[in-house]
Nanobody
Framework: QVQLVESGGGLLQAGGSLRLSCSAS????????MGWFRQAPGKEREFVAA????????DYAGSVNGRFTISRDNAKSTVYLKMNSLIPKDTAVYYC????????????????????WGQGTQVTVSS
């Protein structure tokens, strides 16, 4: 089992930057593939980024590619999402997710693939 807690969200103007953190408690954080998802009002949860267990491979949604960077520090049991050049369409609740994937690759883009989820952190970008 693993418990996930997101932090770092807030309110900022377009063009600004934020770094979200997801702290995990439990056994063997390095055995989990990790992902970031977001959900805006009235919309379904959508994929943002994913990273493999060892941190050497990542995947991004087209809408954030080139602006966001996912990373992890297994010694600190934490995964990060660095967000640059934020725009109002980035406004959403951001969630981190974990999956005990047996392979050292990105898990995928579907929310149903991930077993564990955090409570989410709000990111609001004004124009």
């Amino acid at each position: 089992q693993v418990q996930l807690v997101e932090s770092g969200g807030g309110l900022l103007q377009a063009g600004g930057s934020l770094r979200l953190s997801c702290s995990a408690s439990g056994r063997a954080f390095s055995s989990y593939a990790m992902g970031w998802f977001r959900q805006a009002p009235g919309k379904e949860r959508e994929f943002v980024a994913a990273i493999n267990r060892s941190g050497g491979n990542s995947d991004y949604a087209g809408s954030v590619n080139g602006r966001f960077t996912i990373s992890r520090d297994n010694a600190k049991s934490t995964v990060y999402l660095k967000m640059n050049s934020l725009i109002p369409k980035d406004t959403a609740v951001y969630y981190c997710a974990a999956e005990p994937y047996r392979l050292d690759g990105v898990r995928g883009r579907r929310p149903a693939l991930y077993d564990y989820w955090g409570q989410g952190t709000q990111v609001t970008v004004s124009s």
